[in-house]
C-alpha cells in the first residue's frame, strides 16, 4: 500500500487542470451565432442594396429609350411635357409614367 499512497500524493501534488465551465463553451457559442448572423444580415443587406440599385438603372434605361421613341408633337408628347414639368427631370418623369403604366410601384 506504501506505493499507492505514494501515487495519490503525487495526484494531490500536481495542480488540477481547470476545465472551463460548460456555460462559457455555450456563451462563446451563442457569441459565434450572433457575430455570424450579423455577418449574414450584413450581407443580405448589401446584396439587396445592388439590387435595387440595379433596378433602378434599368428603370432609367427603359425611360431613356421611351423618350427617344416619344414624338414631341404627338398628343402623348404634349401631354407628357406637362407632366414632366413636374418633375426634376425627364427621365425621372418618364420612369414614374412608365411604372403607372404596368400597374408596379
Known sequence: MDEIDKLLAKID?????????PANKATKFASDIEQLLSEVKADYTQKERELEQQKAKEKNRRAIAWLKTLD????????FEEFAAKYPSKVAAAVDYLRSLSGNS
Open 72 to 79: 414631341p408633337m404627338s398628343s402623348e408628347g404634349l401631354w
Open 13 to 21: 501534488a500536481k495542480p488540477q487542470q481547470k476545465i472551463p465551465p
